[in-house]
């Protein structure tokens, strides 16, 4: 008699399984299992229904051999498993199953040990009181294997019809040894039980969907959560929590590579004046379209942050100061943006900026206060201009 749990031996493979093959055995047993991290999970997983199929092949031999089973008997149903695990596995790792719907032919896998159920019910007469268990058994495996409730259906009809086959063969060939009665129960429990497993399926899924809505909704959420908690929600640029992290990971980076960068503090120019003249609006629509103007001029790996009030920050990795230099003042040339500019006196933003490179053996903080002293530099230099700290 098979054992029941090779009727699930390819249930459905999650991303999660596939995820967690261990790297180190990619180059191992690719004969047998193949390079693929997905299919290997499928075909290893074929191949423990192999193993199962192997140790009901065991247990027929041995009931062979203490005159329990049939030869003939034992035979056919040995036959019918190692064909379908041979179809199976080569299906698989020849990556044909890729071209289904479902690569690991869940389904199919079910259905073919539900047929070893019933041809051990059909052929082994002393199974049969098992056979209506290990048959619920399975159709409940096919739930727990997110088949659909059609397909759950699909199932139970076929477990159903190769039942009915199965007592139509063993009636009309060994009615002496066929309990009729007993028979027809098992029948008719077989088909009162049909419904409630494909309501049960349809409710399974109704909560799988359910669950999984809530999954995305989480997940999102949680992305939501941390561009809030990196993002600056005037501007849209990175914030200050979120640029220290990115510098610290530069400066050892640059401590392990030598491979150093340049920090620009930039400074919007008399921006309280701003706000008291033309109103907090004009200010904010002002710090909006300086951080713009910089996202869309630095390029990749350069970033831009809010340093804090009418202050940015710019990380400029891998770039000298003669770099960095010439994208600054083209930056600067190239921004214009006038505030107050339905009334009488309106006004043309400007910015300064305090330029320093990291240097060998420097600490992270003493960049940043060089670059902060080169713009207080810039401003006592009548602002509007680019001042470069001292090496």
């Known amino acids: ?18 995820n967690q093959v261990d790297v180190r055995d990619a180059g191992q047993l690719a004969w047998l299992l193949g390079r693929d991290p997905k299919q290997r999970v499928r075909v290893r997983r074929t191949l423990v229904a192999g193993l199962i199929y192997l140790g009901g092949a065991l247990f027929l031999a041995g009931g062979v ?43 199919l896998q079910i ?24 048959l619920s058994l399975a159709l409940t495996f096919a739930l727990l294997s997110r088949l659909s409730p059609r397909q759950t259906m699909i199932c ?28 027809s129960i098992n029948l008719i429990m077989a088909a009162l039980s049909l419904p409630v497993f494909a309501s049960v399926s349809r409710q399974v899924k109704e909560w799988r969907d359910r669950l999984d809505q809530q999954k995305d909704h989480l997940v999102k959420l949680i992305g939501d959560l941390r561009e809030l908690a990196t993002r600056d ?31 620009a503090m930039v400074d919007v120019d008399h921006f309280k004046r701003v706000n008291d003249d033309f109103g907090h609006y004009e200010g ?20 831009v942050a809010r340093w804090g009030g009418e ?53 992270l903080a003493g960049v940043q206060s060089r670059a902060d002293s080169a713009l207080y530099q810039a401003k ?8 470069v700290a001292a090496l």
């Open 1 to 18: 008699m098979p054992s029941p749990e090779a009727i699930v031996s390819n249930a459905q493979v999650s991303t999660a399984a596939a």
């Open 65 to 107: 051999h203490e005159g329990l089973v049939e030869r003939t008997s034992a035979i056919l149903l040995v036959a019918y498993e190692s064909l379908g695990f041979g179809f199976f596995y080569l299906a698989i790792r020849s990556e044909f199953s890729l071209r289904c719907m479902d690569p690991s032919l869940t389904m």
């Open 233 to 263: 929600e005037l501007t849209g640029v990175v914030n200050r929590r979120s640029i220290n992290a990115t510098m610290l990971e530069e400066y050892l980076r640059f401590k392990r590579h030598g491979r150093s960068f340049c920090l």
């Open 311 to 363: 202050e940015f920050l710019i990380l400029m990795p891998e770039c000298d100061l003669l770099q960095a230099q010439r994208t600054l003042e083209d930056m600067k040339a190239t921004f214009s943006f006038l505030v107050g500019d339905g009334t009488a006196s309106p006004r043309n933003v400007t910015f300064s900026v305090g330029l320093a490179q990291c240097l060998a053996g420097e600490a």
């Open 156 to 183: 139970g009809l076929s477990a159903t019809a190769m039942l009915v086959l199965a007592f139509a063969h063993a009636y009309l060939l060994r009615a002496a040894t066929v309990d009729v009665m007993q028979e």
């Open 111 to 134: 259905i073919h040990g539900l047929g070893a159920v019933v041809m051990s019910y059909s052929l082994i007469p002393g199974a049969r009181s098992l056979t209506l268990p290990l």
């Open 284 to 303: 904010d629509r002002a710090l909006m379209a300086l951080a713009t103007h910089a996202i869309k001029f630095v390029k990749r790996p350069d970033q």
């Open 380 to 387: 006592a230099q009548g602002r509007n201009c680019i001042c």
